[in-house]
């Protein structure tokens, strides 16, 4: 059992402890050098490495975990949408993330 903390500690998303990609751990956790481009901003790397594969997000769990308010976070989400990073469910109301 996870303890109780006052706010969210970096590596632990859902309840579940995220650790580095090290050999032999399972797939859907990101390695530490992951197929970005150059280019790519680094809020969008910092956003997509936080993300754990085929996992579905709120717009509020992500900020969390990027320590982000929530009208920056539905922009950077929006613009991760339209560059084919992430995927969404619902229109607007109840819409969550998830990692291609």
């Known amino acids: 059992m996870l303890p109780s903390f006052p706010f969210m500690p970096e590596g632990?998303?859902?309840g579940q402890i995220r650790e580095k990609a090290v050999p032999g751990q399972p797939a859907d956790y990101p390695a530490e050098s992951a197929d970005y481009p150059a280019d790519m901003k680094?809020?969008?790397k910092q956003i997509l490495e936080?993300?754990?594969?085929?996992?579905?997000?709120?717009?509020?769990?992500?900020?969390?975990?990027?320590?982000?308010?929530?009208?920056?976070?539905?922009?950077?989400?929006?613009?991760?949408?339209?560059?084919?990073?992430?995927?969404?469910?619902?229109?607007?109301?109840?819409?969550?993330?998830?990692k291609k």
């Open 50 to 98: 936080a993300m754990l594969k085929d996992v579905w997000y709120s717009t509020e769990q992500i900020g969390e975990m990027v320590s982000l308010k929530g009208s920056r976070t539905r922009e950077l989400m929006k613009e991760l949408v339209d560059l084919g990073y992430v995927e969404i469910t619902a229109g607007t109301k109840g819409r969550r993330y998830k």
């Open 12 to 14: 632990i998303v859902s």
């Open 42 to 44: 680094p809020r969008y």
